[in-house]
């Protein structure tokens, strides 16, 4: 992946990640799969229960980054809130953006540590916070990742069986109807 997208994918996250925050939501896992450096699109975690589904659903991001033959995919998840949805210990800087860069050979751990501060409260218990990004630590070749997005990237690059003319399309409307957000790119479009 070239510099510039690499750049464009990191901005876009931490923008996206800034506007949930300050509107009181959880931002949730993504993945961005790459095929010969054109992505694919944008495709967020569905809701999950805590536990065995939010390792399941992490996971499953995978299916479009194999559907569409990647060969290169980006995913990005919060330290704290993988952690609790998945039942797991807090590994490494919280609160804290993750992304990893991998490829079916090697991956790049990125972190980007921030602190929050409180802008308000709402009604319903939920608080709106700004990310105050905090000095980002060199990037970590074959970095350890939690187990779920580990899976994620292990299954990215395991090639779908699929006795249908359009594995990628099926793909797609399967995990639409599962409840994954999916932003495709105009030349991935269905």
């Not at 308000?120 to 779920?148: F, I, K, M, N, Y």
Request: hydrophobic share 40%; net charge negative; aromatic share 6%.
């Amino acid at each position: 992946m070239d510099t510039r997208t690499w750049d464009a994918l990191t901005e876009s996250m931490k923008s996206s990640y800034a506007a949930d925050l300050k509107e009181g939501a959880v931002p949730r896992p993504v993945i961005m799969p790459l095929v010969h450096g054109q992505l694919v699109g944008l495709i967020w975690l569905r809701p999950v229960k805590t536990g065995q589904d939010a390792l399941t659903g992490i996971a499953s991001l995978s299916n479009i980054a194999a559907a569409a033959g990647a060969d290169e995919v980006v995913l990005a998840w919060e330290t704290q809130d993988v952690a609790t949805a998945c039942e797991l210990p807090v590994a490494g800087s919280a609160p804290c953006l993750n992304m990893v860069h991998a490829t079916k050979d090697e991956h790049t751990l990125h972190q980007f540590p921030y602190s929050e501060d409180v802008l308000a409260h709402g009604p319903d218990g939920w608080t709106s916070v700004e990310p105050r990004w905090q000095s980002t630590p060199a990037p970590q070749p074959g970095g350890e990742l939690v187990p779920p997005v580990r899976a994620a990237v292990d299954y990215a690059f395991t090639p779908i069986e699929m006795d249908h003319p359009s594995p990628f399309g099926v793909t797609v409307v399967l995990m639409e109807e599962d409840g994954y957000t999916l932003h495709l790119t105009e030349t991935f479009a269905l």
